[in-house]
Protein backbone atom coordinates (compact mmCIF):
# COMPACT_ATOMS: atom_id res chain seq x y z
CA UNK A 1 0.00 0.00 0.00
CA UNK A 2 1.54 3.36 -0.71
CA UNK A 3 -0.32 6.52 -0.23
CA UNK A 4 0.43 10.12 -0.38
CA UNK A 5 -1.52 13.76 1.12
CA UNK A 6 -0.36 17.27 2.07
CA UNK A 7 -0.97 17.56 5.49
CA UNK A 8 0.15 20.33 7.84
CA UNK A 9 2.04 22.15 5.15
CA UNK A 10 3.78 19.26 3.89
CA UNK A 11 3.91 16.09 1.85
CA UNK A 12 3.70 13.00 4.20
CA UNK A 13 3.97 9.57 2.50
CA UNK A 14 3.14 6.20 3.91
CA UNK A 15 4.19 3.13 2.85
CA UNK A 16 3.04 -0.62 4.25
CA UNK A 17 4.58 -3.92 2.72
CA UNK A 18 2.82 -6.04 5.02
CA UNK A 19 0.88 -8.31 2.45
CA UNK A 20 -2.99 -7.69 4.71
CA UNK A 21 -3.66 -4.55 5.57
CA UNK A 22 -6.93 -3.99 7.89
CA UNK A 23 -9.32 -1.99 6.14
CA UNK A 24 -9.10 1.77 6.87
CA UNK A 25 -5.65 1.83 8.25
CA UNK A 26 -4.26 4.54 5.73
CA UNK A 27 -7.54 6.58 6.67
CA UNK A 28 -7.21 6.32 10.46
CA UNK A 29 -3.85 7.72 9.71
CA UNK A 30 -4.40 10.49 7.16
CA UNK A 31 -7.64 11.25 9.52
CA UNK A 32 -5.43 11.80 12.85
CA UNK A 33 -2.91 14.19 11.32
CA UNK A 34 -5.51 16.36 9.75
CA UNK A 35 -7.28 16.76 13.30
CA UNK A 36 -3.67 17.33 14.56
CA UNK A 37 -3.60 20.28 11.76
CA UNK A 38 -7.40 21.58 12.50
CA UNK A 39 -6.15 21.57 16.26
CA UNK A 40 -2.81 22.65 16.77
CA UNK A 41 -1.81 24.47 13.78
CA UNK A 42 -0.88 28.39 14.80
CA UNK A 43 -1.68 29.78 11.62
CA UNK A 44 -6.13 28.44 12.19
CA UNK A 45 -7.33 31.34 14.03
CA UNK A 46 -10.17 28.54 15.98
CA UNK A 47 -7.24 25.93 16.74
CA UNK A 48 -6.53 25.17 20.38
CA UNK A 49 -3.65 26.60 19.93
CA UNK A 50 -4.29 30.03 18.57
CA UNK A 51 -7.15 30.11 20.93
CA UNK A 52 -4.58 29.62 23.91
CA UNK A 53 -2.41 31.58 22.73
CA UNK A 54 -4.27 34.63 22.56
CA UNK A 55 -5.42 34.04 26.17
CA UNK A 56 -9.06 32.40 25.17
CA UNK A 57 -8.28 28.82 26.79
CA UNK A 58 -7.04 28.23 30.24
CA UNK A 59 -3.97 26.21 31.33
CA UNK A 60 -7.30 24.15 33.21
CA UNK A 61 -9.40 23.98 29.51
CA UNK A 62 -6.56 22.40 27.14
CA UNK A 63 -6.86 19.52 25.77
CA UNK A 64 -4.47 16.19 27.71
CA UNK A 65 -3.06 16.38 24.44
CA UNK A 66 -1.35 19.32 23.93
CA UNK A 67 -0.84 19.63 27.47
CA UNK A 68 1.72 17.00 26.46
CA UNK A 69 2.64 19.08 23.53
CA UNK A 70 3.33 21.50 25.74
CA UNK A 71 5.16 19.67 28.54
CA UNK A 72 7.48 18.52 25.82
CA UNK A 73 8.18 22.23 24.40
CA UNK A 74 8.96 23.17 28.25
CA UNK A 75 11.13 19.84 28.61
CA UNK A 76 13.21 21.18 25.82
CA UNK A 77 13.43 24.57 26.48
CA UNK A 78 14.62 23.89 29.97
CA UNK A 79 17.50 21.57 28.61
CA UNK A 80 18.89 24.04 25.81
CA UNK A 81 18.69 27.17 28.26
CA UNK A 82 15.78 28.90 26.01
CA UNK A 83 17.56 28.36 23.10
CA UNK A 84 15.22 25.87 22.01
CA UNK A 85 11.76 27.87 23.02
CA UNK A 86 8.12 28.11 21.47
CA UNK A 87 6.98 31.44 23.08
CA UNK A 88 9.41 34.16 21.69
CA UNK A 89 8.45 37.31 22.64
CA UNK A 90 6.57 39.48 19.72
CA UNK A 91 5.30 35.92 18.30
CA UNK A 92 2.52 33.52 18.84
CA UNK A 93 2.91 30.41 20.38
CA UNK A 94 3.73 28.43 17.78
CA UNK A 95 4.58 24.27 19.45
CA UNK A 96 4.87 23.07 16.00
CA UNK A 97 8.63 22.02 16.03
CA UNK A 98 6.95 19.26 18.87
CA UNK A 99 3.74 18.83 17.14
CA UNK A 100 4.88 17.28 13.82
CA UNK A 101 7.00 14.51 15.31
CA UNK A 102 4.63 14.01 18.14
CA UNK A 103 1.52 13.84 16.02
CA UNK A 104 3.64 11.14 13.51
CA UNK A 105 4.70 9.31 15.71
CA UNK A 106 1.48 9.03 17.23
CA UNK A 107 0.19 8.11 13.67
CA UNK A 108 2.88 5.41 13.84
CA UNK A 109 1.28 4.04 16.79
CA UNK A 110 -2.24 3.60 15.23
CA UNK A 111 -0.57 1.29 12.45
CA UNK A 112 1.06 -0.92 15.01
CA UNK A 113 -1.93 -1.19 16.88
CA UNK A 114 -3.46 -2.44 13.45
CA UNK A 115 -0.96 -5.08 13.36
CA UNK A 116 1.69 -3.59 10.47
CA UNK A 117 4.58 -4.92 10.85
CA UNK A 118 6.65 -3.53 7.92
CA UNK A 119 6.20 0.45 6.75
CA UNK A 120 7.26 3.18 6.53
CA UNK A 121 5.47 6.97 7.27
CA UNK A 122 7.60 10.35 6.09
CA UNK A 123 6.47 13.51 6.67
CA UNK A 124 8.10 15.99 4.85
CA UNK A 125 11.63 14.29 5.33
CA UNK A 126 11.45 13.55 8.48
CA UNK A 127 10.99 9.45 8.78
CA UNK A 128 9.20 6.80 11.19
CA UNK A 129 9.97 3.38 10.11
CA UNK A 130 9.04 -0.33 11.36
CA UNK A 131 10.38 -4.12 9.88
CA UNK A 132 13.13 -3.06 8.08
CA UNK A 133 15.74 -2.59 6.83
CA UNK A 134 14.92 1.00 5.29
CA UNK A 135 17.31 2.72 2.88
CA UNK A 136 17.39 6.89 4.08
CA UNK A 137 18.79 9.45 2.25
CA UNK A 138 19.73 12.67 4.43
CA UNK A 139 19.22 15.75 1.84
CA UNK A 140 22.77 17.92 0.95
CA UNK A 141 22.52 21.20 2.27
CA UNK A 142 23.77 22.99 -0.88
CA UNK A 143 21.97 20.85 -3.34
CA UNK A 144 18.31 19.43 -3.78
CA UNK A 145 19.85 16.50 -5.95
CA UNK A 146 22.18 15.02 -3.67
CA UNK A 147 22.98 13.45 -0.73
CA UNK A 148 24.99 13.88 2.07
CA UNK A 149 24.71 10.48 3.81
CA UNK A 150 22.31 7.58 3.29
CA UNK A 151 20.85 5.73 6.58
CA UNK A 152 19.85 1.97 7.00
CA UNK A 153 17.45 1.94 9.63
CA UNK A 154 14.99 -0.74 10.42
CA UNK A 155 13.02 0.89 13.61
CA UNK A 156 12.78 4.12 14.82
CA UNK A 157 12.70 7.78 13.33
CA UNK A 158 15.03 9.89 11.78
CA UNK A 159 14.76 14.05 11.11
CA UNK A 160 16.73 16.88 9.94
CA UNK A 161 16.57 20.66 11.03
CA UNK A 162 18.17 22.62 8.11
CA UNK A 163 18.17 26.37 6.74
CA UNK A 164 17.38 25.32 2.94
CA UNK A 165 14.14 24.73 2.66
CA UNK A 166 12.69 27.76 4.78
CA UNK A 167 16.03 29.81 5.26
CA UNK A 168 17.14 30.91 8.38
CA UNK A 169 13.71 29.87 10.13
CA UNK A 170 14.94 28.70 13.51
CA UNK A 171 15.51 30.83 16.18
CA UNK A 172 17.96 31.30 18.83
CA UNK A 173 15.25 31.64 22.01
CA UNK A 174 18.21 33.10 23.92
CA UNK A 175 18.97 35.74 21.22
CA UNK A 176 15.41 36.12 18.96
CA UNK A 177 17.88 35.79 16.32
CA UNK A 178 18.17 33.18 13.37
CA UNK A 179 21.09 30.78 13.98
CA UNK A 180 23.53 30.31 11.49
CA UNK A 181 26.28 27.89 13.08
CA UNK A 182 24.38 24.67 11.24
CA UNK A 183 23.89 23.99 7.67
CA UNK A 184 22.03 20.74 8.67
CA UNK A 185 21.70 18.58 11.28
CA UNK A 186 20.32 14.68 11.32
CA UNK A 187 19.45 12.87 14.87
CA UNK A 188 18.21 9.23 14.71
CA UNK A 189 16.27 8.54 17.72
CA UNK A 190 13.64 5.20 19.06
CA UNK A 191 10.97 7.55 18.08
CA UNK A 192 9.85 10.47 16.16
CA UNK A 193 8.70 12.79 18.80
CA UNK A 194 12.14 12.36 20.04
CA UNK A 195 14.33 12.65 16.82
CA UNK A 196 12.17 15.47 15.30
CA UNK A 197 12.38 18.38 18.60
CA UNK A 198 15.81 16.99 19.50
CA UNK A 199 16.92 18.13 16.13
CA UNK A 200 15.20 21.95 16.16
CA UNK A 201 16.47 22.32 19.49
CA UNK A 202 20.16 21.15 18.94
CA UNK A 203 20.02 23.57 15.63
CA UNK A 204 18.36 26.22 17.77
CA UNK A 205 21.78 25.81 20.09
CA UNK A 206 24.25 26.61 16.75
CA UNK A 207 27.42 24.71 16.64
CA UNK A 208 27.12 23.25 20.42
CA UNK A 209 23.87 21.86 19.59
CA UNK A 210 25.73 18.58 18.18
CA UNK A 211 27.65 17.94 21.29
CA UNK A 212 24.36 18.60 23.16
CA UNK A 213 22.41 16.11 21.07
CA UNK A 214 25.20 13.43 21.13
CA UNK A 215 24.55 13.55 24.61
CA UNK A 216 20.96 13.10 24.34
CA UNK A 217 19.57 8.64 25.70
CA UNK A 218 19.07 6.99 22.18
CA UNK A 219 20.10 10.10 19.96
CA UNK A 220 22.84 9.51 17.44
CA UNK A 221 23.98 12.80 14.95
CA UNK A 222 24.81 13.88 11.57
CA UNK A 223 25.77 17.57 11.31
CA UNK A 224 26.58 19.44 8.38
CA UNK A 225 28.58 23.22 9.49
CA UNK A 226 29.29 25.97 7.20
CA UNK A 227 32.28 25.38 5.14
CA UNK A 228 31.08 21.74 4.30
CA UNK A 229 32.46 20.67 7.76
CA UNK A 230 30.80 17.20 8.46
CA UNK A 231 30.47 16.24 12.45
CA UNK A 232 28.74 12.37 12.98
CA UNK A 233 28.23 10.27 16.42
CA UNK A 234 30.03 6.65 16.31
CA UNK A 235 26.91 5.04 15.87
CA UNK A 236 25.06 6.68 12.97
CA UNK A 237 23.94 4.37 11.14
CA UNK A 238 25.19 5.40 7.95
CA UNK A 239 25.49 3.30 5.03
CA UNK A 240 26.21 5.50 2.27
CA UNK A 241 28.91 8.78 1.96
CA UNK A 242 29.44 10.25 5.14
CA UNK A 243 30.72 13.56 3.57
CA UNK A 244 29.67 15.65 -0.05
Not at 135 to 158: F, M, S, W
Request: aromatic share 6%; glycine share 12%; proline share 5%.
Amino acid sequence: MRRVEHVMGFPVSLRIDDTVVPDGTGDAVFAWLREVDARFSPFKDGSEVSRYGRGELTADELSADLVEVLGICERYRVATGGAFDVRLPGRSLDPCAVVKGWSVQRAAGLLDRAGIRRFCLNAGGDVVVSGGPWRIGVRHPEAADRLCAVLDLTEGAVATSARYERGDHILDGRTGRPVTGVDSLTVVAPTLTEADTVATAAFALGAEGVEWAAAQHGCEVFAVLPGGRVLRTDGFPTTGPAAA
